[in-house]
C-alpha cells in the first residue's frame, strides 16, 4: 500500500491532480486504517500514469470515465479495454451519435451509397450509429471515387487492413493472457504501435517507393 506521497513521486503527479481522479472515479478508494491515514494499492500507479497517456492521445475525463465504466482494467477485460480505448481514439463523434437517416442527411449522400460504404467496409455498420470520423471518411471516398482511386487504393487498404487486424487481435490476446505482463502498462506500448508505430512504417515505405521510383 502506498502513502499520497508515495503515489506522486512514483506517478509524477500533483497532489490535486491525483484527487481530481479520485473524485471523478478513476481511481479505487483508499483505505483508511487510521484517522487521517489514507493507503492506496500500488496499481494506482499503473492506473495513473495510463490515465496520463491517454489524456496525451486528446481523451477527455469523461471518455476515460466511460471506457473505465464499459471496460474495468482488470485481467478478465483486458482486451475489451483495449478495443473500447482504440474505438474512442478511432471514432470521434463530438459525444453524439448518428442513426443512418440523421448520418446520409448530413454526408449528402443516398441510402443506397451508404450501402456501398459498408458493403466496401470503406465504414463499419456500428449498432450505435456513425461519427463525424464516418462522415470525414465519407467525403475523402466521395473525392477519390470521382477521380477512380477508390477500387486501385482504398480496397487495397481495406483489405491489407483485416489482414492485420486478424494478426494484431492475436497478438493482443497473447500478450494478455501471459501473466508475466503488467496489463496496464502494456497498454501503452500496444497504443504506440497501433497508432504511431504502424502509420509510420504504412507512410515510410510510401515516401520510400517514391525516391525508389524516381531513381530508377
Known sequence: MLKMKDLVELTNESKSTILYYLKEGLL?????????????????????????????LNYTINEIKELFKTAPLDKDSSLLTMIKALELATVSNGGKMLSKEEFVKKA???????????????????????????????????????????????????????????IELETWSEIFNMSQYDNIDEYELLFDLILKLKPYIYNSHSIREYYLAKRG
Open 28 to 56: 479505487p478508494e483508499p483505505k483508511k486504517p487510521k484517522p487521517n491515514v489514507h493507503l492506496y494499492d500500488e496499481r494506482c500507479v499503473s492506473v495513473i500514469k495510463f490515465i496520463k497517456y491517454l489524456q496525451n
Open 108 to 166: 449528402k449522400i443516398s441510402e443506397d451509397e451508404l450501402r456501398e460504404f459498408i458493403k466496401k467496409e470503406y465504414i463499419l455498420d456500428r449498432k450505435d450509429g456513425f461519427g463525424t470520423k464516418e462522415l470525414e471518411i465519407v467525403q475523402i471516398v466521395k473525392k477519390a471515387k470521382k477521380l477512380n482511386i477508390d477500387k486501385r487504393l482504398i480496397d487495397k487498404y481495406v483489405k491489407s487492413a483485416k489482414e492485420i487486424a486478424k
